[in-house]
């Protein structure tokens, strides 16, 4: 989706068709590379050059790249939102980590770019800032992302994201019952809403370079405490892609067989001190949506478990589940229950994924990863 000038319509889409991030494992140089890293100095070479988005003879990007030691720091963020104190541990970490068999993941990461992790082929959407808002998450749900870049024509450059999160806030703050229209969410662009909801508070972008490297972009996700981090060519100035925990978790998890096992993949949970044991969040199967949604926001959670009267969970809502309230065109009534809210996936739905505290980190890892 690459823009050097203003978008011609307020949505624009780069729609290829998608290949699969194990298609990697079969490109021979792009292997051969990562076994080589594993066991290798951090290499500073540039190989990889996405075919949608960059000539294939163009010259490596030339953009500083700063390192931050780190333990394994992309077990850290792919595991789940940054906890208090992590970045510290981020940041003190003993630097002889490096050249031990725990560091196997740093070197990985700090050996590879943000360019190799981006599919051959993907679906970037962008939005212009002047689009309506319920236009913009109507847009998010027929092309089956979870959020977009923001492009301001008067700066001609990215002014920030739209996710669901930016649709869970609307709805939070403007609804009031099932007879009263949300006028906010019909009829403000996004540039109206960014003005309410910052007020006067706008950061620039945080987003990345492609030729920075994947340690980097595990480091400003924690550090930052956001979820989605757009890759963004400082030359041209072009969306590339949005690089998240998971994809970059998914991405390590690939070649981890290839690489030294360190020996905390082999410890459990409780062991390592992994996971939330205190003041959990979660809501009933009669919770009205609107209260979940008040959760969200409140907390600053991405999921809430369901339980039953009994204490089981027996489902979990998450805020990407939200947007189906766009899908269906329903969120004018957010009194409904979580039940009645979760209907629509009732076909497919093959339950929580869950674990618990004596299985090993490994496990849990390929758990992750393979849950869709």
């Known amino acids: 989706s690459g823009l050097s000038s203003s978008p011609s319509t307020p949505t624009q889409v780069t729609k290829q068709h998608t290949f699969p991030l194990e298609s990697y494992k079969h490109e021979p140089e792009r292997l051969e590379n990562r076994i080589y890293a594993s066991s290798s100095p951090p290499d500073t070479g540039q190989r990889f050059c996405p075919s949608s988005f960059q000539s294939p003879t163009r010259p490596p990007l030339a953009s500083p790249t700063h390192y931050a030691p780190s333990k394994a720091a992309a077990l850290a963020a792919a595991l789940g939102p940054a906890e208090a104190g992590m970045l ?52 998010l749900v027929a092309n089956g992302v979870r959020a977009a870049p923001l492009w301001e024509s008067k700066k001609q450059s990215f002014v920030g994201m739209l996710t669901i999160t930016d649709f869970i806030n609307i709805l939070h703050r403007y609804y009031k019952s099932p007879m009263v229209q949300i006028y906010e969410l019909e009829e403000h662009k996004i540039e109206t809403w960014r003005e309410l909801y910052l007020q006067e508070t706008f950061k620039p972008l945080v987003n990345i370079s492609p030729d920075a490297s994947l340690f980097d972009a595990v480091y400003s996700l924690i550090k930052n405490k956001i ?67 008040n959760i969200f926001v409140e907390r600053r959670i991405s999921a809430l478990p369901v339980v039953d009267e009994s204490g089981k969970v027996v489902d979990i809502y998450s805020k990407f589940d939200v947007i189906n309230l766009a899908a269906e065109k329903t969120y004018n009534n957010l009194d409904i229950t979580v039940t009645q809210a979760l209907q629509h996936r009732s076909q497919y739905f093959e339950g929580v994924v869950k674990c618990n505290k004596l299985e090993i980190l490994e496990t849990i890892v390929d758990r992750i990863v393979r849950a869709e």
Do not use: W
């Open 88 to 139: 510290e541990k981020l940041e003190f970490e003993d630097e002889a980590v490096e050249d031990s068999e725990s560091g196997v993941y740093m070197r990985f990461m700090r050996s590879h770019k943000c360019y190799d992790i981006v599919p051959t082929s993907s679906k970037l959407v962008v939005f212009d800032t002047t689009l309506q808002v319920k236009k913009a998450f109507f847009a």
């Open 227 to 293: 979820h989605r981090l757009p890759v963004i060519d400082p030359i041209s100035g072009n969306a590339l892609y949005i690089l998240t925990h998971k994809r970059i978790l998914k991405f390590l998890q690939l070649f981890m067989s290839d690489m030294p096992k360190p020996a905390f993949m082999k410890q459990n949970l409780d062991e390592l001190g992994i996971g939330t044991y205190h003041n959990i969040a979660f809501i009933h199967p009669d919770t009205p949506i609107i209260k979940a949604l």
